[in-house]
T-cell receptor, first 114, second 115 residues
Framework: AQSVTQLDSQVPVFEEAPVELRCNYS??????LFWYVQYPNQGLQLLLK??????LVKGINGFEAEFNKSQTSFHLRKPSVHISDTAEYFC????????????FGQGTELSVKP | DGGITQSPKYLFRKEGQNVTLSCEQN?????MYWYRQDPGQGLRLIYY???????QKGDIAEGYSVSREKKESFPLTVTSAQKNPTAFYLC??????????????FGPGTRLTVL
């Protein structure tokens, strides 16, 4: 069975500080990897995705993530956060051969303080 | 504007009543999905449909039903058999181009509260 683990349920940071949100997955087959952001009482918006190729993926709003196959990780980073980045972030995986089904992590609540 | 709409945004229901949540998309996507979101548990797949008139159970289908009579619509019924229906429900869609690399796009969600 595949699973996704987001290692931190809450991450408080000060504005302009760097941040890393951690995501590990388990799967016996190749996967596609995604990060989504959810603002309060809204749907999810895609930040970035890894399908193949370069392991460093750049997304919207200055976020990037690095796929590490040996460590089965896909951590999300931003060098300098803003108050507006306060939201919940979800890591998700989809197995290479399993259609459109996404498996989500539990979410990480990023709280940016002034 | 292309996108996914869900209605209503907030829904209240009494115990023992069935309720139907609407999801409509004008993105011409083949695949549609329903997720349930609870605090601290991420999103869990309820049902999904890859083509009109066909759908499959997800991980937590018990107490829910769906239909897919039109490409653009995928309503979810929360039945009285669902033991703990209070949650945030999210609908999504994707192209499902067969290459399995497509992205899911999400609607704004419906918050269901059972009184």
């Amino acid at each position: 069975a595949q699973s996704v683990t987001q290692l931190d349920s809450q991450v408080p940071v000060f504005e302009e500080a760097p941040v890393e949100l951690r995501c590990n997955y388990s799967s016996s087959v190749s996967v596609y990897l995604f990060w989504y952001v959810q603002y309060p009482n809204q749907g999810l918006q895609l930040l970035l995705k890894y399908l193949s190729g370069s392991t460093l993926v750049k997304g919207i709003n200055g976020f990037e993530a690095e796929f590490n196959k040996s460590q089965t990780s896909f951590h999300l980073r931003k060098p300098s956060v803003h108050i507006s980045d306060t939201a919940e972030y979800f890591c998700a995986v989809r197995r290479y051969n399993q259609g459109g089904k996404l498996i989500f992590g539990q979410g990480t609540e990023l709280s940016v303080k002034p | 504007d292309g996108g996914i709409t869900q209605s209503p945004k907030y829904l209240f229901r009494k115990e023992g009543q069935n309720v139907t949540l609407s999801c409509e998309q004008n993105l011409n996507h083949d695949a549609m999905y329903w997720y349930r979101q609870d605090p601290g548990q991420g999103l869990r797949l309820i049902y999904y449909s890859q083509i009109v008139n066909d759908f499959q159970k997800g991980d937590i289908a018990e107490g829910y039903s769906v239909s897919r009579e039109k490409k653009e619509s995928f309503p979810l019924t929360v039945t009285s058999a669902q033991k703990n229906p209070t949650a945030f429900y999210l609908c999504a869609s994707s192209i499902d181009d067969g290459l399995r690399t497509d992205t899911q796009y999400f609607g704004p969600g419906t918050r269901l509260t059972v009184l």
